[in-house]
């Protein structure tokens, strides 16, 4: 049977135009991956003339090789990883190599026979002790060089067995390695780079945005009416389920916060720390989605509806308080600006509702059988106020990582009230300075002009009573 030549033909452009649309979407998710592959293709580039340029290919020979070597091993995607393998394999390079060439003068000391068994023994001692370490987790910021440090030390300490120009050798290897690692971190610095530090901000700062859209979304959804008697405890409407980003970031912000340690000073470990009450939020949010497909009976149903009807308005301003201050403080993270006001505020008003909440409770007379009805919902109420804590503990994170971060102040923007009897010139003017980001989303401060009031009104703002 005849292969279809049009038929494979199809298939292969289908292929190609997938692959185009792929290639296409991943560069505009992030265009950062662009610019990082170019930077790789110009780093290689410009270390090739070891081999292109005569007078350095005369002067470093087959070493240069290690030059394009350190460009694949070290040029990473953002600056802080590129800086951590570049200066880890540059020093345990220098370092091996010293050692390698001691470890080489010293067997050549103890006879010819004696020599392999002696660079041997060195070998598997230093080996097996460096490889040991890595299992500290202390080591983790320098695992890199502790792999390039096991490998030059055994390539110079084998190598110098057969050659006699062994520190030659080690000379032209540890210039070619760190002349590629500093090609690779300046053009990583001084052409678009990307820092690990800020992708890690935008992570923590993304992860607890989305708690808070879920966390609005489950109040929208949970303590929404059904619709006729079939209807579920309101479920059938999906929430947001962003949350579960929280769980699976916690390997990228460890390794982001390992290289932004390497780019300038900052408190990452603040950051890791209000990841992980991130984190701690999302698991509360995952217990409340078993809540929302709960089918009873229609008697039990008729109860559930009764209290949740009664809880619904307190529990929907806690999760929607809540969700106001997690956002806010997302935008406090991202903006690197001190955290507003406003947080508290929306803080202040969950524990109202809680309080508001509490007083349901304690007015409901119900009997007992109804009261094992009504678990569910008092199992929900449970874990939004440990929800509530939990941002009031995110709160406190942030304020902290805010004042060790050295995060800006919220610009002050001052405005004019102009007094009503514009044509009297005694009249006062009084200057007001708000605070940008705590209204930043109110309209009535945007045009910063009083309105005609009544009399007494125009008192209070003159400072002078007009005839």
Known sequence: MGIDSSSVLWRMKHKVAEMAKNARKIGKDDPRRIAHSVKVGL????????????????GFGQSGIWALLTVVF?????????????LNRSFATLLAGALGVGANFLADL?????????????????????????FNPGIKKFDYGVVIFILTFSMVTVSGYRTEQIIHYALQRLSTVAIGAVSCMLISVLIFPAWAGEDLQNLIAANIDKLGRSLEGFGNTY???????????????????????????????????????????????EYLKVGSLARECASHLQALCSYLNIKDDYQKKQTLLSFKSKIQEPCTRMCSESSQALKAISSAIKTMAQPSPAIQDHLQNSRAAINDLEVVFRSSSL????????????????????????????????DELSEKAGFKKPKAKTGIVKPVNEDSPESEVVAITIDEDTHKDS????????????????ELITGEKTG
């Open 223 to 269: 303590f929404r009416v059904p619709v006729g008697e079939e209807s579920g405890s309101g479920s059938d409407v999906a929430f947001p389920q962003d949350y579960k980003s929280a769980f699976n970031s916690k390997a990228s912000e460890d390794s982001l916060a390992t290289s932004a340690g390497w780019e300038f000073g900052h408190p990452w470990k």
């Open 110 to 134: 103890s006879g010819e026979k004696a020599e392999p068994v002696v660079l041997g023994l060195l070998v598997f001692i230093l080996a097996a002790i460096l490889t040991f370490t890595r």
């Open 367 to 398: 009997s007992p059988e109804q009261l094992f009805e009504i678990i569910p919902c008092a199992a929900v109420t449970s874990i939004l106020i440990d929800i509530v804590n939990c941002v009031d503990k995110i709160s406190k994170s942030v």
């Open 43 to 58: 780093a290689l580039t410009v270390n090739s003339f070891f081999y292109y340029y005569h007078p350095l290919y005369d």
């Open 443 to 458: 309209s009535e401060f945007d045009n910063f002009q009083a309105p005609r009031q009544e009399q007494k009104s125009q």
């Open 74 to 86: 070290v040029f990473e995607f953002t600056v802080g990883a590129t800086l951590s393998k570049g």
